[in-house]
């Protein structure tokens, strides 16, 4: 059974940084294109940041580029196959439950559609 447990979530002061950490499990991800999407209250849930085993550069919706950094070891480096997003100069309408997802597809995605694997989510708070 596929698990990804997310963590690092928490509240922060406007301008801080948080970074989380997303842990695979249950099936081989180092094929797998990795993302962060995030759901405001109210709102759509919303691609953030992706890594696609192509190349291992990450790709950004345009609010958070800049000011997220998402990574993942090379598989060869590091099997645990864990993503991270490195969140920094945090804004208030950063806030929402973040979610981590996967995809066997090796392509860079963006759509929730394309992402069958999804984690539970890790709720980050940024206080003006």
């Not at 609010?63 to 990574?71: E, N």
Request: glycine letters at 12%; a positive charge.
């Amino acid at each position: 059974q596929v698990h990804l447990v997310e963590s690092g979530g928490g509240l922060v002061q406007a301008g801080g940084s948080l970074r989380l950490s997303c842990s695979p499990s249950g099936r081989t991800f180092s094929t797998n294109t990795m993302a962060w999407f995030r759901q405001a209250p109210g709102k759509e849930r919303e691609f953030v940041a992706g890594v696609s085993p192509s190349d291992y550069i990450g790709y950004y919706t345009d609010s958070v580029k800049g000011r997220f950094t998402i990574s993942r070891p090379d598989a060869t480096t590091d099997a645990r196959n864990i993503v991270y997003l490195q969140m920094n100069n945090l804004k208030p309408e950063d806030t929402a439950v973040y979610y981590c997802a996967a995809t066997p597809g090796g392509g860079k995605y963006t759509t929730k559609s394309a992402y069958p694997y999804w984690g539970q989510g890790t709720q980050v708070t940024v206080s003006s």
